[in-house]
């Protein structure tokens, strides 16, 4: 079955460390996302690609880092610039035609050790 | 500035006790609104695209409208197990940023025996 991957389904963080979030796509999309959930706040774009090898800001990009080397992976970085990690965090694709919905996996619960 | 607002934050019902959920927004150039499903712990699921004002989809006990502010997700005769938090989003309007999405907070239905 088609579908978006994630690992792990729950991370830990150690102050000042790195930690990269995985995202595998098999629905053949050019488009895929990361947003951020927190409590009571609606999803927040973190990061967006529409094509391999581009990809653009979203509207909390600062502490975090992506790359978009295959259309089927689209990683994320939570670096130690990022003061506060802890959330769940969602991946998304779409085909990159208008109206297409995107589709989610199930999402990684980040926390600080 | 763009913006989705959902209400109520939260709705308990009772079993066969019909409602509905409002999604008001305020784009320029809407270019599609979005109702998802998302369960504890998991990603959103997609439930509906509408495009255009008076525009109307159904799914088994769910019915969502389109109209020029705002969307609505009628639940006919909910069952327990439509328990789940709904969310709306709408595309920005424009050409570019391509199928960016913007999300409201969400809202919380129970549906009890």
Redesign the interface.
């Given at each position: 079955d088609g579908g978006i991957t994630q690992s792990p389904k729950y991370l830990f963080r150690k102050e000042g460390q790195n930690v990269t979030l995985s995202c595998e796509q098999n629905l053949n999309h050019d488009a895929m996302y990361w947003y951020r959930q927190d409590p009571g706040q609606g999803l927040r774009l973190i990061y967006y690609s529409q094509i391999v090898n581009d990809f653009q800001k979203g509207d909390i990009a600062e502490g975090y880092s992506v790359s978009r080397e295959k259309k089927e992976s689209f990683p994320l970085t939570v670096t130690s610039a990022q003061k506060n990690p802890t959330a769940f965090y969602l991946c998304a694709s779409s085909p990159r035609q208008v109206y297409q919905p995107q589709h989610f996996g199930d999402g990684t619960r980040l926390s600080i050790l | 500035e763009d913006q989705?607002t959902q209400s109520p934050e939260a709705l308990r019902l009772q079993e066969g006790e019909s409602s509905s959920l409002n999604c008001s927004y305020t784009v320029s150039g809407l270019?599609?609104l979005?109702w998802?499903r998302q369960d504890p712990?998991?990603?959103?699921?997609?439930l509906f695209?509408l495009?255009s004002a008076g525009e109307e989809k159904e799914k088994e006990r769910l019915k969502a409208t389109l109209t020029k502010k705002e969307s609505f997700l009628h639940i006919t005769a909910p069952k327990p197990e439509d328990s789940a938090t709904y969310?709306c989003?709408v595309?920005l309007g424009g050409e570019g940023g391509?199928?960016?999405?913007?999300?409201?907070?969400?809202t919380q239905l129970k549906v009890e025996l």
């Open positions: - | 989705v270019r599609g979005f998802y712990g998991k990603g959103p699921e997609f695209t495009y969310l989003a595309r391509g199928n960016k999405l913007t999300f409201g907070t969400g």
